[in-house]
Every structure is written in structure tokens, then in C-alpha cells.
Nanobody, 118 residues
Framework: VQLQASGGGLVQAGGSLRLSCAAS????????MGWYRQAEGKQRELVAD?????DYADSVKGRFTISRDNAKNTVYLQMNSLKPEDTAVYYC???????????????WGQGTLVTVSS
């Protein structure tokens, strides 16, 4: 299974970016897809997660929107009203089962850098 993320970049405060992450491989079923981020010197934290329910970090509620295209095994993160404190490497994550096993597990993308200038 591979997760290919894209859409990061440099944006001014107040601007918008849209991240995409596509899962590929011998996928049987996906339970959740989501985004985490890790700022320099900080621990990785949940940004948004989409499964049976949709969850957001308090710091992004009302500004970020997660969505999925299940036919394409793709998750998106629309980020509006960006702030300098949103600067981080953003990682996509999925909890899925492959056709080869009966085991559910987490997979991580390679990360995409989002930099918000003030």
C-alpha cells in the first residue's frame, strides 16, 4: 500500500491550500482516512479524520474541511484562513485492510510541507 500526498506549499496568512492523498495498492477496505501534522519541535497531532465520524482538532474547526472520494481511495483537506501556527509537515493516514491479509493496520504517507507566512 502506498499513500501519495500532494498540495503543500508556501502561502500567506489568510490564504488557502488543498491537500490530497491517494491510497493505492491491493486494498480490500478502508475504515478511516485522515491528516496529521507535525510542527518543528512538536509531536505529531491529529488534524482531521474521516471514518464513521468526522473529527477535527479544535485549532482547525471552522477553517479546515476533510472530504473523501471513496471510489478513488483519496482524502482531501481544504485549508482556509491559514495561520502561521498551521505551519507543519502534514501526513496523511489511513486504517485499512489489504486483500492479502485479514489484518487492519495504519499506513502513513510521506508528508507534505505547509508553510504559512505572516
Amino acid at each position: 500500500v502506498q499513500l501519495q500526498a500532494s498540495g503543500g506549499g508556501l502561502v500567506q496568512a489568510g490564504g488557502s491550500l488543498r491537500l490530497s492523498c491517494a491510497a493505492s495498492g491491493n486494498i480490500f477496505s478502508i475504515k478511516t482516512m485522515g491528516w496529521y501534522r507535525q510542527a518543528e519541535g512538536k509531536q505529531r497531532e491529529l488534524v482531521a479524520d474521516s471514518g464513521e465520524t468526522t473529527d477535527y482538532a479544535d485549532s482547525v474547526k471552522g477553517r479546515f474541511t476533510i472530504s473523501r472520494d471513496n471510489a478513488k481511495n483519496t482524502v482531501y483537506l481544504q485549508m482556509n484562513s491559514l495561520k502561521p501556527e498551521d505551519t507543519a509537515v502534514y501526513y496523511c493516514n489511513t486504517y485499512l485492510r489489504t486483500r492479502a491479509t485479514a489484518t487492519w493496520r495504519n499506513y502513513w504517507g510521506q508528508g507534505t510541507l505547509v508553510t504559512v507566512s505572516s
